[in-house]
């Protein structure tokens, strides 16, 4: 038997909580896309917040509480996000780990400071999630700042001379990340032949293939989802184009392989260093395997996310959210994704982005490892 409770199962955009009935356990909250295009990410985050409950749980829990997981589904819409935000300051939940989109995170973070709610995201790269001052938002992921400088700086590196297309879906993260890249590769003198965008949940790129055709287009960066990726992709060769296909961490998921099939191998995309063969994730990755789940993508951030508020809850005798996250940027915090500290805004300081390469075998592998 499990010793955490699961409220909210993923049957919709919106739950009705019961906090009356764990009235002696700590209920704790993980929001995401449960549902729609991008329920990838959002079984990733579930996946890693329940395996963190139960692991916590099983060694005493928190401040002599078990934890209780109230999952949300925001389904990367930002006003269901603003919604399930609202309902679980509403239900004086004192911690979330969420969102995935920065579209949904952006907005939910608001709700979440007036109902006095600390929110670490594992995912949410957009600048402006911790730009803006608010005393409740921290992530265990990097920025779009320095994931599309690394993109930009390994195109200057081995496309220099080349015909450059910029795409982006015209979200908060896709475009934001794309504009990250664009400016990188301008300061470094490389002018893009064509920017373009699309909208999300868009199947029909061939008017955008016919014109990287016609522009001999020879790298096309995407800043957006992997859905719409993977589609780009498959015209791409439905056309004839070798073009190579670069990206975001939003590639991170082996539903982009089950959508490009063979023909998305050397797809290009940046993402931090592959928590699965830390040391520091070792015993947790077998635990998960020993349940059939590979813990790909974010599923170990989220996890992560989730060791910060409970280490520093304990830290600071208490789950009062402001009290709780002064000691999460006061203190060093030990994770499956390694020792984390935090600046003032809530972001981390030790990820580097790095590139990966699809295989034809719907895998992927860093680029140049270092020690290689």
Known sequence: MKSFKLIGLAL???????????????????????????????????????????????????????????????????????????????????????????????????????GGVLQIT????????????????????GRDDQQGLVAAQYITKNFKGKNIAILNDKTTYGKGLADETKKGLNKAGIIEKMYESYNKGDKDFNAIVSRLKRDNIELVYVGGYHQEAGLILR??????????????????????????????????????????KKPTAAAIVEKFRAKNIDP??????????????????????????????DAVKAGSWDTVIGKLEYDAKGDIKQLDYVIYKWDDKGGYAEVNPKGS
Request: charged residues 20%; aromatic residues 8%; contains cysteine.
């Open 235 to 276: 015209q791409m060769r439905d056309q004839g184009l070798k073009t190579v296909l670069m990206s975001g961490d939003a590639l991170a998921d082996k539903e982009y392989a089950s959508i490009t099939g063979a023909a998305g191998a050397g797809t290009l995309f940046t993402f931090g260093p592959d928590p699965r």
């Open 122 to 141: 594992p995912a949410s790269t957009n600048p402006l999630f911790t730009d803006r001052k608010l005393w409740n938002v921290a992530r265990v992921c």
């Open 12 to 114: 919709g955009a919106s739950f009705v909580l019961s906090t009356a009935a764990f009235a002696d356990d700590l209920t704790i909250a993980v929001a995401g896309p449960i549902t729609g295009g991008e329920s990838a990410f959002g079984r990733q985050m579930k996946n890693g917040a329940e395996m963190a409950v139960d692991q916590i749980n099983a060694s005493g829990g928190v401040l002599g509480k078990k934890l209780a997981l109230d999952v949300e589904d925001d389904a990367c819409d930002p006003k269901q996000a603003r919604s399930v935000a609202e309902k679980i300051a509403s239900a004086k939940i004192p911690f979330v780990a969420g969102h995935f989109c920065s579209s949904s995170s952006i907005p939910a973070s608001e709700a979440y400071a007036d």
């Open 296 to 325: 790909e993508g974010y599923t170990l951030y989220t996890y992560a996310a989730i060791q910060v508020w409970t280490q520093a809850a304990a830290k600071a005798g208490t789950t009062d959210p402001k009290k709780v996250m």
